[in-house]
């Protein structure tokens, strides 16, 4: 299939229309103040410089330590946060600048699954009114059209349609997850970023919520963007990935090749974590010494040395960039750099 690329005269956009989200250079920082007079002494760089594409029915992927910036990512991809600089490409039209009515229009297309499933569900609202919010805010439909949409999704996410007067306390974590999904799925979006969806969940309601999403998937068309630490759940969910170090991506590729044959000395640590089901199966963990530097004072060159089995005095001065070293895999670092 020949790529179907068009260009954007207003914005001189290059468009690939299979691809439904593109990020280029994304950077979010949160200044830091101090003193009396409250001066500005330095930035915590929560995302630096990363940049990604999600083609229209894929997962991808983003993993990482806690602190490393993917929930930062994602909630700057929606417009939840305010980047600090680059550009965020929804549908073949550039979304970071947007502002009112058009950037309301706009929102409608991706939503969010947030980690918490209660502190995001107003307590004092009843499930069919948290679920139906979105329709209201974008529609003129009926108050019998709308019972009847969100008793529906209710059904599709696994509740009951009796549970429209119901308030979130009356409701298991896993359930509420439900509830938070359905509201996600109101306005039929295109993308959806999940961010740690099933963390906060018991083990055992982990599976049927990480199922449910896949069925949705499929049956409404979606395009999502997931966001873990688990790395058992990623491979699970995902088609392809993007691993983060300290708002840094260092790895970008296709699921089987991240898990098999990881490229980065940060990958293949996070992957040698992984349990091995077969006792028979012996598996050398890779054990990295030090602590995660802090994000307002990030190492030079390359975010990762301080604590690289393999790094080089090179490593210390030269910012490595993500470049394909095998088909369909990326990486940033200088191991891997020819010339």
């Keep these: 299939m020949s790529q179907q690329v068009q260009l954007d005269e207003k914005k001189d956009i290059h468009v690939d229309k299979e691809v439904l989200l593109e990020v280029r250079n994304l950077k979010k920082y949160y200044p830091v103040h101090a003193g009396f007079f409250k001066r500005k002494v330095g930035d915590v760089k929560a995302v630096d410089d990363i940049s990604l594409t999600l083609k229209k029915g894929e997962t991808f992927g983003l993993v990482g330590e806690s602190g490393c910036g993917k929930s930062t990512a994602g909630r700057t991809i929606l417009r939840l946060t305010e980047s600090t600089d680059g550009q965020v490409i929804f549908d073949g039209k550039d979304i970071t600048n947007l502002s009112g009515s058009l950037l309301r229009e706009k929102r409608q297309d991706f939503q969010m699954v947030f980690q918490d499933p209660y502190a995001s569900l107003n307590p004092k609202m009843m499930v069919g009114h948290l679920v139906d919010e979105p329709i209201r805010n974008y529609t003129n439909k009926s108050h019998k059209q709308l019972k009847t949409e969100v008793e529906e999704l209710l059904e599709r996410v696994g509740l009951r349609a009796e549970d429209y007067f119901k308030y979130p306390h009356e409701f298991s974590g896993g359930q509420r997850q439900r509830i938070g999904i359905a509201r996600a799925l109101a306005l039929n979006p295109k993308l959806i970023v999940a961010d740690e969806p099933v963390s906060a969940l018991d083990v055992s309601i982990q599976s049927q919520v990480l199922n449910l999403l896949k069925e949705l998937q499929g049956e409404f068309d979606l395009t999502y963007l997931f966001i873990a ?72 060159g390359c975010v990762f040395h301080t604590r690289c089995p393999v790094a080089m005095p090179k490593c210390k001065e030269i910012i490595p960039q993500l470049k394909e070293v095998r088909p369909n895999q990326q990486v940033a670092c200088l191991l891997y750099d020819k010339e």
């Design 229 to 300: 630490h688990d790395l058992s759940v990623v491979k699970h969910m995902s088609d392809r990935i993007g691993v983060m170090y300290l708002g840094h991506m260092v790895e970008v590729g296709d699921k089987d090749a991240i898990y098999k044959e990881p490229l980065h000395p940060y990958t293949q640590a996070l992957t040698s974590a992984i349990p091995e089901p077969d006792p028979l199966i012996k598996k050398e963990r890779i054990i990295l010494e030090g602590d995660v530097p802090s994000p307002q004072n990030p190492p030079t």
